[in-house]
């Protein structure tokens, strides 16, 4: 990330990943983690997870009341 980005200007992040190609999106007012099908994006203390399944699209919109940790799960 640039140490003197513009306030409004979305930073986009991707990696290669065995499931797809990985996707993070870091603007001032939010965060969006997109890999495959799934994005998961947080904004003004929502989460609001997404998923593209077959024709239909579920969306699941989740108030925040304190900490979100995102990790990473490990191949066993």
Do not use: C, K, Y
Not at 27 to 55: F, K, M, N, Y
Request: net charge positive.
């Amino acid at each position: 990330m640039a140490p003197f980005r513009d306030a409004l200007a979305d930073e986009v992040m991707t990696s290669p990943t065995s499931a797809g190609t990985l996707s993070l999106e870091v603007a001032p007012r939010h965060v969006v983690v997109a890999l495959a099908d799934v994005q998961l994006a947080v904004s003004e203390g929502l989460l609001t997870i997404t998923r593209a399944a077959r024709r239909r699209v579920r969306r699941v919109v989740r108030p925040i009341g304190s900490r979100l940790i995102v990790a990473r799960g490990l191949p066993s």
